[in-house]
T-cell receptor
C-alpha cells in the first residue's frame, strides 16, 4: 500500500544526545515536510523539501537538521541544540509544494 | 474554532446531533482550504477541501462552508458519531507557490 512511514513511533532520549527520526514515502511525491506538534497545539513547520538535494527552513528550524538524498526519504535530526525537543513529530508529503498533504502516523520524542 | 493560548477550544456534542466546527482564516487572498481530522496519537487525515470559487461543498456526512466576506470556514458533521471524536484543523493556501498554513485546531468530543 502507498503511504508514509515514520519510525520509531516512540523514542526516548537523554539530554545532550542527537536523535534521528525516519520518514519514508512510496507515493512518488516531490515535496516532503516535517512538523512539530506540542500538546493541545497546532502544527508548526520545521523544514520542507521540494526536490531531492534541496530543503528549506520552516518557522522553527533552530536545533533541527534534515537531508534529502533520495526522493523517498526525508530524515529529521533533533540535535542537542534544540532546547525543548519533547514533542510529537509529523512527516508529510505532497505531489507538489502546494498540494494536499498526506501525513505519517507521527513519532513521539521524549527527552528524559 | 481558534486556538487560545495552550488550550484547544473544545466542542462537546451528543451522539446523533449535528456538529459545526468553525475556523477564521488569516488571508483574504487564500484560494484553497482543507479540513483535517487528527485522532489521538495519529497523523492528520484529509476530510474535505474547497476552493475559493465555491461557497459550499458536501462529502459523506460532512459539509464545508466558505464565507469569504468574513474570512470564515466551517465544517458541519451530520449525525455525529463517537468515531468523530478528534481534533479538527483547518488549513489555507494563499497564492500559487505558497504552502498550506494550519489553524490552531478544535477538539470535538462526542458524548454517547
Amino acid at each position: 500500500d502507498g503511504g508514509i512511514t515514520q519510525s520509531p513511533k516512540y523514542l526516548f532520549r537523554k539530554e545532550g544526545q542527537n536523535v534521528t527520526l525516519s520518514c519514508e514515502q512510496n507515493l512518488n511525491h516531490d515535496a516532503m515536510y516535517w512538523y512539530r506538534q506540542d500538546p493541545g497545539q497546532g502544527l508548526r513547520l520545521i523544514y520542507y523539501s521540494q526536490i531531492v538535494n534541496d530543503f528549506q527552513k520552516g518557522d522553527i528550524a533552530e536545533g533541527y537538521s534534515v537531508s534529502r538524498e533520495k526522493k523517498e526519504s526525508f530524515p529529521l535530526t533533533v540535535t542537542s541544540a534544540q532546547k525543548n525537543p519533547t514533542a510529537f513529530y509529523l512527516c508529510a508529503s505532497s505531489p507538489g509544494l502546494t498540494g494536499e498533504l498526506f501525513f505519517g502516523e507521527g513519532s513521539r520524542l521524549t527527552v528524559l | 474554532g481558534e486556538s487560545v493560548g495552550l488550550h484547544l477550544p473544545t466542542l462537546s456534542v451528543q451522539e446523533g446531533d449535528n456538529s459545526i466546527i468553525n475556523c477564521a482564516y488569516s488571508n483574504s487572498a487564500s484560494d484553497y482550504f482543507i479540513w483535517y481530522k487528527q485522532e489521538s496519537g495519529k497523523g492528520p487525515q484529509f476530510i474535505i477541501d474547497i476552493r475559493s470559487n465555491m461557497d459550499k461543498r458536501q462529502g459523506q456526512r460532512v459539509t464545508v462552508l466558505l464565507n469569504k466576506t468574513v474570512k470564515h470556514l466551517s465544517l458541519q458533521i451530520a449525525a455525529t458519531q463517537p468515531g468523530d471524536s478528534a481534533v479538527y484543523f483547518c488549513a489555507e493556501k494563499f497564492n500559487a507557490g505558497n504552502m498550506l498554513t494550519f489553524g490552531g485546531g478544535t477538539r470535538l468530543m462526542v458524548k454517547p
